[in-house]
């Protein structure tokens, strides 16, 4: 997101005065913003962000218009005059406490992971990603908690034996990452990439 900022012809970062408008999402919000603002804080001052909530089918009307001026997120269906930019991968980890039970200081084998009783962080969406990995292969994980926040589920987490699985974008982001284990997902699924969108008429916007 810096270098497309910098990459605006005329746009002089130290100097700029506007506000943009992000569409993000909970997850893109966590993984996104605070490395953001910290970098706008020193080499664009002026510049102030509005992060807008924005649904994957939403993001092509948003943008065209002008609702917000980018939207960062992993898969978003959109049409020609969408340009986009992919930023990086990620991959889906899975996290528990530290002095797990089952698990501490274990490699998490596909047996252990459907052993285990889990937290979905989901909405009202009813399935992650993970889920429809598991699906195709004709197998199911016990969900004993679905939940709206990320927050939520890491409070769940480290106060029991239950397992998140998240991507490893969120799970760089977690402050309490020393009270947690990581353990890859034990299923090859990778994810969709982290991706930049902006319609194609502020190409040249400064």
């Known amino acids: 997101l ?7 012809r005329r746009f002089d970062p130290v100097n700029a005065n506007q506000i943009f408008r992000l569409g993000l999402s909970e997850r893109t919000e966590i993984i996104v913003l605070p490395d953001l603002i910290d970098w ?22 948003g943008l065209a218009s002008g609702h917000v001026d980018l939207v960062l997120e992993a898969s978003v269906p959109v049409g020609a005059a969408i340009r986009r930019r992919m930023l990086t991968q990620d991959e889906l980890v899975v996290a528990v406490r530290r002095g797990h039970r089952q698990l501490s200081g274990k490699q998490l084998s596909l047996e252990e992971y459907l052993a ?22 004709g197998l199911r994980r016990t969900v004993v908690v679905q939940c709206q926040s990320h927050k939520s589920a890491l409070e769940i987490i480290l106060r029991s034996d239950i397992a998140l699985t998240l991507s490893r974008l969120e799970a760089e982001t977690i402050t309490a990452a020393d009270e947690l284990e990581f353990h890859p997902f034990p299923l090859d699924s990778p994810m969709p990439p982290l991706t930049l969108y902006w319609h194609a008429s502020m190409q040249d916007d400064p």
Not at 2 to 8: A, C, N, S
Not at 40 to 61: F, I, K, N
Not at 116 to 137: I, K, M
């Open 2 to 8: 810096e270098g497309r900022l910098h990459e605006q």
């Open 40 to 61: 706008l804080g020193r080499e664009a001052p002026g510049v102030s962000v509005v992060s807008a909530s924005t649904r994957s089918d939403e993001s092509e009307s």
């Open 116 to 137: 285990l009783n889990h937290v979905l962080v989901a909405g009202n969406r009813g399935a992650g990603v993970e889920d429809h990995e598991l699906s195709r292969r």
